[in-house]
Structures are given as structure tokens and as C-alpha cells.
């Protein structure tokens, strides 16, 4: 433990020792007046009972109130406690990369729950969001303001939820429905290009699987495109169909481009799936690392404040018992 302020120590007992001199040097003599036999008083049992008891009051009083004095010159000297820590810094950029075809409101919404939820635990990862069809719109950057980012997906579910509002608006300026190749590719290109190599990427990727129309990019070149920018995709599939170990199927190339990654594939039976989900790739993600240490200083004045009460109790209650 350590004192702020451990000069307040010697200025108090100066204080005190000064005010003691200052007393004794003004005090003015006691006046008394004779009394006649005053020894048949002075000589009795009861009377030296009662002056022992007196001066132990008295006595303990005066430790009392040293104890006072000391405990709250103590704690106006500032008692710390001085620690080293190395805190944990969460290096983790999300991007929620979502399909908004009409198939996919109901698990889109799932997604953009659990991650309202999720942000509000957030500390230090960033998370951006981008909604695409036969064209891509970035919702939000990846940002850390968590209050900003509940907002967005508090409005981002309510749309999904009924399907209308201008939610969607710009995400049908292309031709074809749920151009997955070109909607994973802007994904990708909305993490900045300064990567930090301490903080993992990865994007969120939901989608129905069902292609129609000619992308810009293929699902195989934005895996690729993910792959070389070091970004884990985690493919989330509530169409997914059972067409057995064919890789030139819908499911099978989607798993693939994950994969890829380094990332996973899921297939979702339903949206009440969707929290196990992200639960694993939140555990898959949950990185982080060890900054600097830091010294932390914590004030500590429970303990002399703790004593000035129980000297002050206790001198309340000695004031009380010397009542006549």
C-alpha cells in the first residue's frame, strides 16, 4: 500500500502537537474553594472506585480520539494500492454479410438479433454490416460505437421482420436474385487494406444458395479474393439440399469457398438455429491478446475510514456513560 498524499501524515501530528502546547500554555488555573472534612469524602471506597473508573474513561478516550485522528488523516493522506495488469484487447473485425432474397428474412433477422445482443458484450471488436441481392449496400462500416451498431440491427431485424420499408433500397439495381459471388466480394472489400496482422477478420455470410443471374465475381473467385486478404468466411445455408457428394453442387462449391477461408459451413433447419450457430463461430473467433502491462491504481480508504467509525462509535458511547 501506498499514501498520495503522505505529507498530510507529519502536517496532522504537527497539528496535533502544536494545539496540545497551545492548551497547556493558556490554560488558566483551576479555581477552587475549601471544603471543610473534605478527606472523610476523599477516603471512602466508593469515592476511589469511582475516580479509577473516571480516569480509565478518560484514558481510553484520548486513545480514542489518537485513533480518530490518526484514521482520518490516514485516509485524507489517500491509501492506494498500486497493481500491474496486462489487459486482454479483443482483436476480432465481423462483417454480417447477408442475402435479403425474399427466402432469407426470417434467418437474416435471427443473425441480426443474437448480434444485437452480442454488441452489447463487445469490447474492442469492430462489426460492419452489408445486405445484398443482385447488388450490394453496405449498412454500417465496421465500427466499435456498440450503441450505433445495436441501433442498426434494432432497425435492420424490424425490416426484415415485415419485409417492407426502404431497408432494401439499392440491393435490386442489378440483374438476377442473390448474386452470391458478388455479394461476398463486397463483403471482403469493406475491410480497410491496413490490416492490423494482431486483429482476425472474418464475415458472416448468410445466403439461400439459389443463384440466378450472371455475377460479376464467382462464388470460387470471392473465396479466393477472401483467402488472400486472410478472412474467414462462415457460410450459413438455410437452403441447403441433400444432392450427396457432388462437388459441382450449390452446397458443395458454398462449403468449399468457406472452407477455403479457413472459415466453416453450416446448414440452418431454422432460424431458432441460428444462436447455436454464431455461438460457434464466435468460439472459433474468440481471439485475442495481451497489451502492454499497465499500472492500474486503486484507492483503498475502506480500512482507515473503517477504523475513524469505530473510534467515533466508540466515543460517542464514552460521552454517553460519563453523563452525570
Not at 455470410?205 to 473467385?221: K, R, V, W, Y
Request: proline share 6%; net charge negative.
Amino acid at each position: 500500500m501506498e499514501l498520495s498524499y503522505w505529507w498530510v501524515l507529519p502536517f496532522a501530528a504537527a497539528a496535533v502537537v502544536l494545539s496540545a502546547w497551545l492548551y497547556r500554555r493558556r490554560r488558566r488555573p483551576q479555581q477552587t474553594r475549601p471544603v471543610a472534612h473534605g478527606d472523610r469524602l476523599t477516603d471512602l471506597p466508593e469515592y476511589h472506585g469511582a475516580l479509577r473508573r473516571h480516569r480509565r474513561r478518560l484514558a481510553l478516550a484520548v486513545v480514542l480520539g489518537a485513533v480518530f485522528l490518526a484514521a482520518t488523516a490516514t485516509a485524507a493522506a489517500r491509501p492506494i494500492l498500486r497493481t500491474t495488469e496486462e489487459p486482454e484487447i479483443r482483436n476480432r473485425d465481423i462483417v454480417l454479410c447477408l442475402d435479403v432474397s425474399g427466402s432469407m428474412t426470417s434467418t437474416d433477422a435471427a443473425i441480426a438479433t443474437v448480434f444485437q445482443e452480442l454488441a452489447k458484450e463487445f469490447d474492442g471488436e469492430r462489426i460492419g454490416m452489408v445486405i445484398f441481392d443482385s447488388s450490394s449496400v453496405q449498412l454500417f462500416p465496421l465500427t466499435d460505437d456498440y450503441h450505433y451498431v445495436v441501433e442498426q440491427l434494432a432497425e435492420a431485424k424490424e425490416a426484415l421482420d415485415s419485409g417492407a420499408g426502404s431497408f432494401f433500397d439499392g440491393t435490386w439495381n442489378g440483374e438476377g436474385s442473390s448474386l452470391i459471388g458478388d455479394g461476398l466480394a463486397s463483403c471482403v472489400q469493406s475491410f480497410p487494406d491496413d490490416r492490423d496482422p494482431k486483429r482476425s477478420r472474418s464475415v458472416v455470410l448468410a445466403t439461400d444458395n439459389f443463384l440466378s443471374g450472371e455475377p460479376i465475381f464467382t462464388l470460387g473467385e470471392a473465396g479466393t479474393l477472401a483467402a488472400a486478404k486472410n478472412i474467414k468466411v462462415y457460410a450459413l445455408n438455410p437452403g441447403d439440399m441433400d444432392y450427396g457428394d457432388r462437388p459441382d453442387e450449390p452446397g458443395a462449391r458454398l462449403r468449399a469457398a468457406a472452407e477455403r477461408t479457413g472459415g466453416a459451413y453450416f446448414t440452418v433447419d431454422s432460424a431458432e438455429a441460428v444462436p447455436g450457430i454464431v455461438g460457434n463461430v464466435q468460439e472459433s473467433e474468440a481471439t485475442g491478446y495481451h497489451s502492454a502491462p499497465q499500472a492500474v491504481i486503486t484507492d483503498a480508504p475502506a480500512w482507515p475510514l473503517g477504523i475513524a467509525l469505530m473510534a467515533g462509535t466508540g466515543m460517542l458511547v464514552l460521552g454517553w456513560r460519563m453523563e452525570p
